[in-house]
């Protein structure tokens, strides 16, 4: 019988090359790294609101702090009768059919630079509401109006009203605000 043949299997200790250790190091930094970029949550915004609308607000909040003109009481809403007996001139009409009216008697200014004026609107027939009666105040100076008092009537006869004062707004060129502004406010010139 033939000898058998013996194999004998060497054990080799692999030690890695200075290389290979260094190509090591980096993946396991790189993994580190990757796991740490990953695990950061950036913050949420739980508002709902985005940067700029929360620029806007805070914007708007200023506007609203600014000091606002000393006020005399205010006369409430006219009940139809009261109303009847106000002399309403009308000043415009624009090309949907709306005619603007204000009651030149009730005219007054509330403060320096600032009029109270009733204002009111009566509307085409296509319009959803009759008539809009307001009290509005004009900022001479600083070119701006807003709503003190409204009653909106509708075609119907339904009313409905708000005694809650709107933000101070912008008078445009060309507006009806604007017109007012110019025949009332030549006593109280913007500096």
Known sequence: MEAERMTTTRIVPVVPSRHDRARAKLIIILAGLFLVCCSHVPPVNTSGRTDSEKKTEAAQKAREAEPQPKSQPLPKLSSGAEEAGR??????????????????????ESSAGVIRIWRKREFASGAAQREIVTLDEIDCRKTRYRTLELRVTYWDGRTGTSDKATRWVEIYQDSTEEYLMDEHCTRNPAP
Do not use: P, V
Not at 90 to 104: A, N, Q, V
């Open 87 to 108: 002399k309403w001139i009308s000043y415009m009409r624009d090309d949907d059919g709306t005619e603007y009216f204000y009651d030149r008697d009730a005219l007054a």
